[in-house]
């Protein structure tokens, strides 16, 4: 499993995560998770990985995780052996099911507002792995400490060639392909890109703001025609209907000329400067 750079960095930086003895830790866990990994229920619990990264197998029989700094010994493994280098994954459901080596729940839960999460040894006082405590996570967001980082240059001195197609004919098929030569609608520019959607102006502009005039003045006007008469409340009632009418023939009016010519609308781009720069690295986890 994958987790954010940043939080493993913080975790190895600022010494939350401590180990001791037998090299069984917790390698990622996720406290708040909607829909990255399912128990086998079927349910989208918080759940925590154990490794064993020792040289020799480990049955965790009579090791205790636990939410509670005070309360080591909260929830007991049962028997279940580790292969050196392999990993387990425990769902944190407050389920507190131990029947199954497949699908082990704990009898807690984890705070996605940060906390303290530990693996115990047997001994139920001695911190094999522990978080203490481990930050604020967002949806889906993993947590854990560093494994094997590779750095691995994507555009090593080069510049990233660019496009912005118009229309799917635009991308040719072999794109992704290493001796893919872009074309003339294809620029090379180190700097950055500012996407903005909008509507192209050489195709049908005169009818759509013609429409929204139409339906900007209406309803100036039914209003002011309201606030004069003496029936001001049927005016007004009067007036917001026309305003609705209205608005609904504008999004009407707009959606026609949208599907009568889809190259009406578009994205345009505008670049940045050019800047001095390395370029990008990305860093990967195992």
């Known amino acids: 499993m994958k987790i954010p750079l940043c939080w493993a960095a913080f975790a190895l930086i600022s010494g ?33 990985e154990i490794q064993n990264a020792d040289s020799v197998a480990v049955d965790l029989a009579g ?8 309360v080591l010994n909260k929830w007991r493994f049962p028997s279940v052996t580790l292969q050196p280098g392999t990993f387990l994954v425990v769902f944190a459901s407050g389920k507190n099911l131990t029947a199954d080596p497949a699908n082990l729940h704990t009898s ?13 040894k047997p001994d139920g006082t001695t ?5 203490s405590p481990y930050p604020a996570v967002d949806e889906d967001e993993a947590f854990g400490i560093a494994e094997n980082v590779i750095t691995l240059p994507l555009l090593a001195n080069t510049a990233p060639q660019i496009l912005v197609p118009t229309n799917a004919a635009d991308l040719a ?14 620029f090379t520019r180190l700097g950055h890109l500012e996407v903005v959607p909008g509507f192209n102006p ?12 139409m339906v900007v003045t209406a309803i100036i006007f039914a209003w002011l025609f309201a606030a004069s008469s003496t029936r001001g409340d049927l ?29 009406a609308f578009w994205h345009q781009v505008r670049q940045g400067p050019a800047e001095e720069r390395q370029p990008e690295r990305l860093t990967m986890t195992r």
Request: proline share 4%; net charge negative.
């Open 202 to 213: 050489s195709s049908d502009w005169v009818a759509t703001l013609l429409v929204n005039a």
């Open 235 to 263: 005016m007004a009632g009067i007036a917001t209907g026309c305003g609705v009418g209205f608005a609904v023939h504008s999004i009407a009016e707009t959606a026609r000329l949208r599907q009568a010519n889809p190259g």
């Open 108 to 120: 807690f839960q984890l705070s996605a507002n940060g906390g303290f999460l530990a693996l115990v």
């Open 173 to 186: 098929s072999d794109w992704k392909q290493l001796s893919f030569q872009g074309g003339p609608k294809w």
């Open 63 to 70: 090791w205790y995780l636990t939410d509670n700094p005070l």
């Open 127 to 131: 911190l094999a792995s522990a978080f």
């Open 16 to 48: 939350l995560a401590v180990a001791s003895g037998q090299n069984v830790r917790i390698s990622e866990f996720m406290a708040n998770n909607d829909r990255t990994l399912a128990a086998p229920d079927g349910e989208f619990t918080d759940w925590i």
